[in-house]
């Protein structure tokens, strides 16, 4: 952090808590640096890059290496912007390129979910991967993912582009508080406190396939209308939108695209939404039972426990848990060099951040706030002062 503020980051110790879930573990949470400003920060680190030599070549796609007969890296080649070929004569190269979320079919075959997708659409498609194991890198921990929280399922948001969970759809607050949850199944699957906490959030969504469904009726939803919520609104995952709004006509419209399913009977919406009935309506009945005593066997606690779904019409919204990106691919060592398949350095060749596997296991990464940036920016620090040394004796 030292030397990033010394490079123009201005990075500062966080000072609140966005995730309530962690209140009582501050090792969590205050161990995590932000940019006071990011798009000064990222203008001055460009700009000190510059003055050090280095030169930003936007909209250039790196896509293949070439090496010698000893298997040194010899040049990087990548595509303009104008399709043309450019190719970079180098003897080092760090690889920085953040996985391959951005390709959703690759991420649903590796992750083993066809539900999972990625919740940052600028994300690479893996090439860089490509290019470290087409140069001979040992390929490792490749199915590991940043999943990181949830969304509601193709429901449509007044942006382009974004997705229900970090757009102004109002009916994200239905989701990022403590209700109903039941798998595809429709069986109720974990304590719903979970969703004040992003990792525990999404590992409890990734652990039924990725896919479940927040459940309602109609009376809690005229409470959300009424803005008189008994528990807060999750703060972990992206920001929450603000303002009021009509519960049902939002879930109605998210009924009409199909993103949740509305019936008069539990064992109705069981059938539209494909549950197992008996096992649904069952665990309903048991979960109201749970908020009426306070006593909950999945251990949630009571001042959770405030909305029963017992009156018609009943709502079940389908979410899914998205990922940031994916995690490592790449066996490296300490100096984050990319390794053969007999633990041997591929001399010039480098891999960090995401792309560089070791510091998590899979598929999700410890509930600790920072964890992937503070591993992306110690990780590039440490791989460019050794290939710095390293260009200088290849020379």
């Not at 110790?13 to 879930?21: R, Y």
């Not at 008996?278 to 999945?298: E, I, L, M, R, T």
Request: aromatic share 10%; glycine share 12%.
């Amino acid at each position: 952090v030292d030397w990033m503020n010394k490079h123009g980051a201005k990075l500062e110790l966080i000072d609140w808590n966005p995730q309530q879930g962690q209140n009582p573990y501050p090792i969590r949470w205050r161990i995590y640096h932000r940019y006071v400003d990011n798009a000064g920060a990222f203008k001055n680190m460009y700009d000190a890059f510059g003055k050090l030599g280095g030169k930003l070549l936007l909209q250039t796609r790196a896509y293949d290496l070439t090496q010698d007969k000893d298997g040194n890296v010899t040049a990087v080649i990548a595509e303009k912007a104008d399709g043309g070929k450019l190719t970079i004569k180098t003897s080092a190269v760090i690889l920085a390129s953040g996985g391959y979320g951005g390709d959703v079919n690759r991420l649903a075959k590796e992750m083993e979910s066809s539900q999972l997708t990625n919740r940052i659409a600028w994300s690479n498609n893996g090439e860089g991967l490509n290019m470290a194991w087409k140069a001979g890198a040992q390929k490792s921990g490749e199915h590991s993912a940043l999943i990181h929280a949830a969304e509601f399922d193709g429901l449509s948001t007044s942006s382009a582009g974004s997705h229900g969970m970090v757009d102004s759809n109002l009916l994200v607050r239905v989701l990022k508080t403590p209700l109903l949850w039941v798998d595809p199944a429709g069986r109720r699957f974990a304590n719903e406190e979970l969703i004040y906490d992003t990792v525990y959030w999404a590992n409890a969504g990734y652990s039924v396939g990725g896919k479940y469904f927040v459940v309602v009726d109609g009376k809690t939803l005229d409470a959300y209308t009424a803005d008189k919520l008994p528990f807060e609104v999750s703060g972990a995952g992206p920001a929450n939108p603000t303002g009021k709004g009509d519960f049902r006509a939002l879930m109605e419209e998210a009924v009409r695209q199909g993103v949740a399913f509305k019936a008069d009977t539990l064992e109705e919406l069981a059938q539209k939404a494909g549950f197992e009935t008996k096992g649904f309506v069952s665990d309903v009945k048991a979960y109201n039972q749970a908020v009426s005593s306070g006593k909950d066997p999945f251990g949630k606690p009571a001042e959770f426990l405030k909305f029963k779904v017992e009156k018609g019409p009943f709502y079940a919204a389908r979410a899914k848990v998205v990922s940031l990106s994916t995690l490592g691919g790449v066996r490296v060592n300490d100096r984050f060099e990319a390794l053969n398949s007999e633990l041997k350095p591929i001399h010039g060749l480098y891999a960090v951040g995401n792309n560089a596997n070791g510091f998590y296991s899979a598929p999700s990464y410890p509930p600790y706030q920072g964890l992937a940036l503070g591993f992306a920016w110690n990780s590039g620090r440490i791989a460019g002062k050794e290939a710095a040394e390293y260009v200088k004796t290849a020379k």
